[in-house]
């Protein structure tokens, strides 16, 4: 009888470690390409980078989503981005890598054992990290779209959203923020290019531990704007998604950042 009491209060209070040793967080970009490349790169770097060379990555990607969405504690629409149930298509994420299953698959944050990230008065963040729910050994953040109008038009925000994000995220975990991949349209190019020099500079205002590194280059600008090849099309040969580059060109990003990318993570666990 007390063993069986024993064994029913350490099962209530032992949280199950769902973490990968590596982890990226990011937003639909992972879903339509990205995740896969993230597991396709880390798997390279293994054998580039001794401290890398038993480690496991896994990406979950939640569509419309920036630090904002993953920082508040308040329950409303921001939050409902990533806690409510997707109306339409009953999940709101893409994860590959979770609970050992490489291949993508499609999830609603708050479901299931794994996803555990929304809970009253608590950021997704805070829920995710909490007594040890995710420890990764390596943390990327891969945001900008969704916060890009925010950032490019008013940089105090992005410096709160920094400092907020480096408050919520445990001080013993080695983070690398990333931003994500151009866009077809060169208008909507301009407004990131903005919001990443807004965000980059909110990052050394606030001296983050985190390690920077800039996916809006010129070469990756080169590469996806006006690219049919490198987003969706329809049978006549027009884009119809301008924000989500393809699997090839997460490929392609990922070759032309790959060198800045690899020196974060020295920087972050060593090499």
């Known amino acids: 009888m007390l063993a069986a009491f024993v064994w029913f209060i350490t099962m209530m209070f032992t949280q199950k470690n769902y973490s990968p040793e590596v982890l990226v967080i990011g937003d639909s970009q992972i879903s339509f390409g990205a995740g896969k490349v993230y597991l396709e790169l880390f798997d390279a770097l293994k054998s580039e980078i001794p401290e890398l060379s038993h480690i496991e990555a896994a990406a979950i990607g939640v569509r419309s989503t920036s630090l904002q969405n993953w920082i508040t504690r308040e329950e409303g629409k921001i939050k409902d981005v990533i806690c409510e149930i997707d109306k339409r298509w009953g999940v709101n994420a893409g994860v590959y890598g979770i609970q050992g299953n490489k291949k993508r698959k499609y999830v609603n944050i708050g479901q299931g054992e794994a996803y555990q990230f929304c809970k009253p008065n608590q950021s997704a963040f805070e829920a995710m990290f909490e007594n040890g729910y995710y420890r990764p050994q390596l943390l990327i953040l891969a945001f900008l779209g969704n916060s890009a109008d925010r950032w490019a038009t008013q940089p105090e925000k992005a410096l709160a959203d920094v400092k907020a994000t480096m408050s919520q995220i445990p001080q013993d975990i080695p983070c690398i923020f990333l931003t994500t991949s151009p866009s077809y349209l060169e208008d909507i190019n301009q407004t990131r290019w903005k919001a990443q020099a807004n965000i980059k ?71």
């Open 201 to 271: 500079q909110a990052f050394k205002e606030a001296g983050s531990r985190c390690s920077f590194v800039s996916g809006f280059t010129q070469e990756t600008i080169a590469a996806a704007q006006g690219n049919k090849d490198f987003f969706k099309t329809n049978d006549a040969g027009e884009v119809t998604d301008v924000h989500h580059p393809n699997l090839d060109a997460a490929r392609k990003f990922f070759e032309l950042r790959k060198k800045d990318l690899a020196k974060a993570v020295i920087e972050q666990v060593g090499g």
